[in-house]
């Protein structure tokens, strides 16, 4: 079983739309928790870190349940700039591992 | 500050052929991890070292041996290269405060004919 599950799409939304995205992880003495987005051939960055009492970030909220083990991603008010492949990662008990989730693909259309 | 670096970006490989990837980082971070990244599969670790001086396995660390030089170096090799190499490899290190950020550098992009 993989650590990280996430659905792949590709998510195909107008300019304007909510869209979320879901994660699931396997190990439930997991740590920390963290959304990346990854533009086409580039390397991942950092868009928020994940916390137990949910948080958000402009158009950006994400939200982690421990007991389901279930992590999400809700934008709001897509823009074209959107576009890109969001990864969900998971930092392992002991601090050292991060486990990827595959990704889930969003294209945000005019 | 140029965060973390890679060299090559680019490299083809004949198979059976040896190279080495080369990461380092200015932000004295004491985590670093080698990760590939091929198509639908999201990111692998290869290798990590915790700290200067140690290095551990990841998910995927057959056919790759790992260096740490010192702090700011962690390098990557490969001792006899297989078409199953073909893949993107990202160098990362780690901030160390409870942020847990990880930075990546823009990766290599390696084919192995």
């Known amino acids: 079983r993989k650590e990280v599950e996430q659905d792949p799409g590709p998510f195909n939304v107008p300019e304007g739309a909510t869209v979320a995205f879901n994660c699931t992880y396997s190990?439930?003495?997991?740590?920390?928790f963290f959304w990346y987005r990854q533009d086409c051939r580039k390397e991942p960055k950092l868009l928020m870190s994940?916390?137990?009492s949910g948080n958000e970030d402009g158009r950006f909220t994400a939200q982690l349940n421990r007991a389901s083990q279930y992590i999400s991603l809700l934008i709001r008010d897509s823009k074209l700039s959107d576009s890109a492949t969001y990864l969900c990662?998971?930092?392992?008990?002991?601090?050292?591992?991060?486990?990827f989730g595959s990704g889930t693909k969003l294209n945000v259309k005019p | 500050n140029a965060g973390v670096t890679q060299t090559p970006k680019f490299q083809v490989l004949k198979t059976g052929q040896s190279m080495t990837l080369q990461c380092a980082q200015d932000?004295?971070?004491?985590?670093m991890y080698w990760y590939r990244q091929d198509p639908g599969m999201g990111l692998r670790l290869i290798y990590y070292?915790?700290?200067?001086?140690?290095?551990d396995k990841g998910e995927v660390p057959n056919g790759y041996n790992v260096s740490r030089l010192n702090k700011r170096e962690f390098s990557l090799r490969l001792e006899s290269a297989a078409p199953s190499q073909t893949s993107v490899y990202f160098c990362?290190?780690?901030?160390?405060?409870?942020?847990?950020?990880?930075?990546f550098g823009p990766g290599t992009r390696l084919t192995v004919l």
């Open positions: 994940v916390y137990s």
């Open positions: 990362a290190s780690k901030d160390s405060s409870s942020y847990n950020e990880q930075f």
């Open positions: 190990n439930s003495a997991s740590q920390s």
């Open positions: 070292s915790a700290s200067e001086g140690t290095t």
């Open positions: 932000m004295n971070h004491n985590s």
């Open positions: 990662v998971v930092l392992s008990y002991n601090f050292n591992k991060f486990y």
